[in-house]
């Protein structure tokens, strides 16, 4: 297969980028998109120029790395997929296709396609966890769950991180992923003891980092490689009013 | 002021999702009083007798300019924010994600339509109804008794242009409420996914009542004044 690349070329956060135009020929159906961009890079750097910055690491879609906006859609066209699982058969032989970084205030760009979503990790480090003495492993069976609760739980445990969320939001509204992590440990007896204090601070956050605020369009839940859906920011939008009306 | 209503997010959607409520109940309320004009114009005229510049109704007024106007100012700080959010860059290439409703991305533009034609509506009515006898006058600048509700919606939609602008009017309203009267109860937290269906079913429901009520007076009175009491 032959495809035409419409790639975001940008030195460093301070350049002003542009779109550069590729070629990449004789390509597998069976090529995974990131392999694709690994094969455009392995020909840049033969003709001596420089390659296209991207993020990757696990390529199985669990590490959350990856990102991309391949034709107006954040991990591309699969549904429930993150751009490291998704194929060259899924697109047209011969097709153009265009590549972005993630576009959101809160996620300014680094290089190229690489984009600095370290608002998410200071998010995370403001309430995304349960303080626990650590010693030796407890017992399984020491505190039961009804399994509605666990299954609730690990849906929104299952959010990687990406940023598909922000980036996918006309709002730039980080809700979706501050709410799966809120949500995943509100559920769970050992993440509730810190769940009110857990939402104001990671809603505070948010807030302060820049990201915008929700309008319930759920574009986000469209876009998400994990299908995460808004009933957590329901739950967040609960678990935070409770919270501030208790105050 | 430190209060979670105005500094954050959550706290600013609260505020909008209540007031948005409490313009849905109202409009509700209004919609079901302009039908009677429909039924009985004397009845009609009787409830604008009733309502008139009395305290409750006065009262009455000054909440709601007060609602319409917080969740007009938050609408826009909100939207404001929401676009410095989005960043200066904007993409190249979108689409319409899957499941997205059009309204939901154009809720401010809605809105402005929505303001301009309450705008409007206010000159058309209330500045010769309320505001009349708010000024102690008995008549108003065409000559009705301020309570002659009736007489002002014939006068008004015998003009082809006022039914075309109130059906616009109504046409953006609805738009707004298919949105807004799910997205309300999914800002205080009172959704889930059994839920969504439902609710965005029922925001489909009430904003085709209210639609259709508007509209059934301006084009009852435009094309049959007989059905009205006209002649
Ligand atoms: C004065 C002009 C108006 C403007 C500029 C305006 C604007 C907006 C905006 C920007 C939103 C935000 C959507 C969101 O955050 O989800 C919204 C929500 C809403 N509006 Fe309006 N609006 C106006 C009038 C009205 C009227 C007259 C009604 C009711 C009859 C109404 C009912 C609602 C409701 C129920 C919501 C949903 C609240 C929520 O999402 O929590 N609006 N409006
Ligand atoms: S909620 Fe979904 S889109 Fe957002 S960061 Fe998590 S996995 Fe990515
Ligand atoms: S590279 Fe790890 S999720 Fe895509």
Aim: net charge positive; hydrophobic share 45%; aromatic share 12%.
């Amino acid at each position: 297969m032959n495809f035409t690349l419409k790639i975001w070329r940008q030195k460093d956060a301070k350049s002003k980028g542009a779109f550069e135009t590729y070629k990449v020929e004789n390509i597998s159906a069976d090529t995974s998109f990131l392999e694709m961009l690994d094969i455009l890079n392995n020909d840049l750097v033969h003709q001596g120029k420089e390659p296209v910055a991207f993020d990757h690491d696990c390529r199985e879609g669990i590490c959350g790395m990856c990102s991309l906006h391949i034709d107006g859609q954040a991990h591309g066209p699969s549904k429930g997929a993150t751009t490291c699982q998704i194929y060259m058969r899924k697109f047209k032989d011969g097709a153009t296709i265009t590549i972005e970084p993630w576009r959101s205030a809160a996620f300014p760009v680094i290089k190229d396609l690489v984009v600095n979503r370290s608002a998410y990790d200071q998010i995370l480090q403001a309430g995304g966890f349960i303080s626990v003495r650590t010693n030796s492993v407890p017992d399984a069976n020491a505190i039961p769950i009804p399994k509605k609760d666990a299954d609730e739980s690990m849906d929104a445990a299952a959010c990687i991180g990406c940023g598909a969320c922000a980036a996918t939001c006309k709002n730039g509204s980080a809700m979706l992923f501050v709410a799966a992590r809120v949500s995943s440990l509100a559920k769970l007896p050992q993440g509730r003891v810190e769940a009110t204090r857990r939402a104001k601070a990671m809603v505070a956050k948010m807030d302060e980092l820049g990201f915008g605020n929700c309008t319930n369009t759920g574009a986000c839940q469209a876009e998400c490689p994990k299908q995460i859906s808004i009933t957590h920011i329901a739950r967040l939008n609960r678990e935070f009013l409770s919270a501030k009306f208790k105050d | 002021m430190s209060c979670f209503l105005s500094n954050s997010s959550l706290g600013k959607k609260l505020v909008m999702s209540v007031t948005g409520c409490f313009l849905v109940l109202f409009i509700l309320f209004h919609m079901s009083m302009n039908v009677t004009a429909i039924i009985s114009p004397e009845g009609y005229n009787a409830i604008c007798e009733f309502l008139g510049a009395n305290w409750y109704a006065l009262a009455g007024t000054v909440v709601l300019a007060a609602g319409v106007l917080i969740h007009f100012i938050y609408a826009i700080i909100l939207t404001l924010r929401n676009y410095k959010a989005r960043g200066s860059q904007r993409y190249a290439v979108t689409v319409q994600e899957e499941g997205v409703a059009w309204a939901s991305k154009n809720m401010l533009v809605l809105g402005f339509i929505v303001l301009a034609g309450l705008l409007l509506h206010l000159f058309n009515f209330w500045s010769k109804m309320q505001l009349v006898e708010i000024m102690g006058q008995h008549t108003n600048s065409l000559g009705y008794s301020p309570a002659d509700g009736a007489a002002l919606i014939r006068y008004t939609f015998s003009q082809w242009y006022y039914v075309v602008i109130y059906l616009v009017w109504f046409a953006a309203l609805w738009f707004h409420l298919t949105h807004g009267v799910w997205s309300m109860f999914q800002s205080v937290g009172w959704a889930n996914d059994t839920w969504y269906p439902r609710l965005k079913c029922i925001a489909n429901i009430v904003a085709t009542i209210i639609f259709l009520g508007f509209a059934a007076v301006v084009l009852v009175y435009f094309f049959c004044p007989c059905i009205a009491g006209a002649c």
